[in-house]
């Protein structure tokens, strides 16, 4: 089942209501532990596969703020490598937002897809997660 992910920061910092909806995209969410060779650590790891703008889509240090219904929130860190040697971690906040059974008329089935959130479904989720 594809989920849709909107980011709600750029370089750490939350982003003005009108470039919320810039960024999202579509894809298979996989949550789990894996080595990072950076930290020399094992960390959760929250990753976007099969989307459909092709960029890596992971979240570092992944942990569930907020849930409810078929949207939640997730927050970490992105990594962005510029150039040969240059990381830098990002604090960033997912909006994950899954097919809802009223979305598509009865139980999710596997292949089917999430619409992006609407500007007061994200305010909605921000003010009661108190992000």
């Known amino acids: 089942m594809k ?75 992105e990594r962005r490598v510029s150039g040969i040697d240059t990381i830098t971690d990002y604090a960033q906040t997912w909006l994950v937002r899954f097919p809802a059974p009223g979305d598509i008329g009865g139980p999710a089935p596997e292949h089917s897809e999430a619409a992006p959130p609407t500007e007061e479904q994200i305010e909605n989720a921000l003010v009661e997660a108190g992000v």
Not at 13 to 32: D, E, F, H, P, S
Not at 34 to 55: F, G, H, N, P, Y
């Open 3 to 77: 989920v849709h992910v909107t980011p709600l920061k750029l370089g750490g910092i939350m982003k003005q209501k009108w470039m919320r909806a810039m960024g999202g995209t579509r894809g298979v969410l996989r949550l789990n532990t894996k080595r990072d060779t950076i930290d020399r650590l094992s960390t959760r790891v929250a990753e976007l596969i099969q989307t459909e703008d092709k960029r890596e889509w992971m979240l570092f240090d992944a942990e569930l703020v907020w849930a409810n219904g078929s949207q939640l929130l997730l927050k970490g860190y």
